[in-house]
T-cell receptor, first 113, second 115 residues
């Protein structure tokens, strides 16, 4: 039972354009969501998070949007840069759940010159 | 070091053997997590420590898997009678405390291969 789903295994975007990575979840108990970025042979690195009481959180080039009614969130990267090429994981958790996260399967983003 | 450190970075073992994977969390972090990432999948939760005690071990797949954190810092994940299906990258993470939304910092992982 995949509670967090990333249906696009890969995405290719031109440098300077917007990258939009999508994530869907099924467990309505999740009340915070995070995006992690992972380079090969490294551990995931925290990128940005959002609480379920918000619908948008922005940090520089990265913005996360949350649509609770649709159980959908997305990560927007603008402008995309070649260094953004990595695997992006969406993760979700429940407050009081000890920061235990449920991850999606990841989306490989490739930013081309 | 400043980050979460995991040793060894790679481990190859024969089926049926016992292995130990070590995690050194960021100093001062009270919460420590173990995850397992199989090929093509996202990290999957195994166990979470708050201090010395296992607060949630619901992700451990069976009783061949065990983890300890005796002094509330370094943790060891122990796998008995390894099977080929245990092959994966084992990730450790730590956070300042175990509250939801607290940023968790991951180590680079230990790649376990059971042959």
């Amino acid at each position: 039972d995949q509670q967090v789903k990333q249906n696009s295994p890969s995405l290719s975007v031109q440098e300077g354009r917007i990258s939009i990575l999508n994530c869907d979840y099924t467990n309505s108990m999740f009340d915070y969501f995070l995006w992690y970025k992972k380079y090969p042979a490294e551990g995931p690195t925290f990128l940005i998070s959002i609480s379920s009481i918000k619908d948008k959180n922005e940090d520089g080039r990265f913005t996360v949007f949350l649509n609770k009614s649709a159980k959908h969130l997305s990560l927007h990267i603008v402008p995309s840069q070649p260094g953004d090429s990595a695997v992006y994981f969406c993760a979700a958790g429940v407050t009081g759940g000890g920061n235990k996260l449920t991850f999606g399967t990841g989306t490989q983003l490739k930013v081309e010159l | 070091g400043a980050g979460v450190s995991q040793t060894p970075s790679n481990k190859v073992t024969e089926k049926g053997k016992y292995v130990e994977l070590r995690c050194d969390p960021i100093s001062g972090h009270t919460a420590l997590y173990w995850y397992r990432q199989s090929l093509g999948q996202g990290p999957e939760f195994l166990i979470y420590f708050q201090g010395t005690g296992a607060a949630d071990d619901s992700g451990l797949p069976n009783d061949r898997f065990f983890a300890v954190r005796p002094e509330g810092s370094v943790s060891t994940l122990k796998i008995q009678r390894t099977e080929r299906g245990d092959s994966a990258v084992y990730l450790c993470a730590s956070s300042l405390w175990g509250q939801g939304g607290t940023e968790a910092f991951f180590g680079q992982g230990t790649r376990l291969t059971v042959v």
